[in-house]
C-alpha cells in the first residue's frame, strides 16, 4: 500500500479578501492546504474558505487578530489540529494609517496601530511559527516565511509616514528571520507590492492607474492582487531554490533608479 503523499500547510493571515485571498487561492492551486485568517469570524471569512475548498484542498476558517500577540500559540494549534503541521506562514494581514496627511499632524493612535499589525505582529507570529516548526521533526517539505511588506518599506509616501516606518520594520524582521532560520533551511522573503488595485488602496487608485499609466511604473498599468498572490505562492512553493533573505518588489518596476 502506497503512503498518503505529505501536504505542506499554509496559513495566509489576512486571507478573506485582497492580496491574502488571492495568495491562499494559488497556493491552494499548488496543492497547499490553508487557513485562512481575518479577525473576525464573519461572512467574508466563510466565503473565502469556501473558495479555497472548491480548489479541492482542505482549508479552513482560522479567526484571530494578529494584533493579539497572546492568541497566537493558541490559533497555530487549532489550525495544525485541523490540517496536519504547518509548512508556510504568509504574513499578509495589513492596516493602512487612519488618516492621510501632514505628518506634523500623525496620532499616537495611528502610529500604534500601523506598528502593531503591520511590524509586532509578523516578528511575533513569525517567532511562534518558528518555535513549533524548531521542536519537532519535520518532512521533506519546503517551508518559508512570505512577509507583505510594501514598496514603502523603502519608498517615503509623505502622507502615510506611519506606515512606511512600519512596513520599514517588517521587512527588517524579514532580514534577520531569514538569518536566524536559515541554519534550519526555513526560507523567509519579504515581498513588496507597488500600486495593486484592491479594498486597501479603492480610494486612490484612479489617481494611481493615471500615474502608472504616465510612467510611474515601467509596465504601465496597476497590478492586481493575483500578481502578487501568484508570486507568493510561487515563493511558498520553492520556486526560487537555493535563495533566502530577498526583498523581493511586486512594482512593475516602479523603483528602478532612473533619470
Ligand atoms: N494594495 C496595495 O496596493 C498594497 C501595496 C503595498 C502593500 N500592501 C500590503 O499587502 C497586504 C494586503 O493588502 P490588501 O491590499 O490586500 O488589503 P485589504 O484588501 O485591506 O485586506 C487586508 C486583509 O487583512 C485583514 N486584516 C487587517 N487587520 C487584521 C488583523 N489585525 N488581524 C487579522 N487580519 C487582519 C483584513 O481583514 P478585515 O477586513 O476583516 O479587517 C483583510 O482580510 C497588506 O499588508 C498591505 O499593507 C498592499
Redesign the pocket.
Known amino acids: 500500500m502506497s503512503a498518503t503523499p505529505v501536504r505542506p500547510v499554509a496559513l495566509v493571515?489576512?486571507?478573506?479578501?485582497?492580496?491574502?485571498l488571492a495568495a491562499a487561492e494559488a497556493l491552494a492551486r499548488q496543492g497547499f492546504a490553508v487557513a485562512v485568517?481575518?479577525?473576525?469570524e464573519d461572512a467574508?471569512l466563510s466565503a473565502a474558505v469556501a473558495r479555497i475548498a472548491a480548489l479541492g484542498v482542505p482549508a479552513a476558517a482560522a479567526p484571530f487578530?494578529?494584533?493579539r500577540i497572546d492568541g497566537h500559540d493558541a490559533a497555530l494549534a487549532g489550525i495544525e489540529a485541523r490540517l496536519g503541521p504547518l509548512t508556510t506562514l504568509v504574513n499578509?494581514?495589513?492596516?493602512g494609517v487612519l488618516r492621510r496627511g501632514d505628518m506634523l499632524d500623525v496620532s499616537e493612535e495611528s502610529w500604534d496601530r500601523c506598528f502593531d499589525?503591520?511590524a509586532k505582529a509578523v516578528f511575533f507570529l513569525s517567532q511562534a511559527f518558528a518555535r513549533r516548526l524548531l521542536s519537532r521533526q519535520r518532512a521533506p517539505l519546503f517551508h518559508s516565511i512570505v512577509n507583505?511588506t510594501?514598496?514603502n518599506a523603502v519608498a517615503v509616501a509623505e502622507q502615510r509616514t506611519e506606515y512606511c516606518a512600519s512596513k520599514a520594520a517588517a521587512a527588517m524582521v524579514s532580514k534577520a528571520l531569514a538569518v536566524r532560520l536559515g541554519r534550519e533551511e526555513i526560507a523567509v522573503y519579504d515581498v513588496q507590492?507597488?500600486?495593486?488595485a484592491?479594498?486597501?488602496?479603492a480610494p486612490v487608485i484612479d489617481t494611481y492607474r493615471e500615474r502608472a499609466e504616465q510612467g510611474l511604473t515601467l509596465f504601465p498599468r496597476v497590478g492586481s492582487?493575483d500578481d502578487v498572490g501568484t508570486l507568493i505562492a510561487s515563493l511558498a512553493s520553492g520556486r526560487l531554490p537555493y535563495t533566502t533573505g530577498l526583498s523581493i518588489p511586486a512594482d512593475a518596476g516602479m523603483l528602478v533608479p532612473r533619470f
Open positions: 493571515t489576512g486571507s478573506s479578501r485582497g492580496i491574502g485568517n481575518g479577525p473576525a467574508e487578530d494578529v494584533a499578509n494581514a495589513g492596516v499589525v503591520n507583505v510594501s514598496s507590492p507597488g500600486l495593486i484592491t479594498e486597501m488602496t492582487a
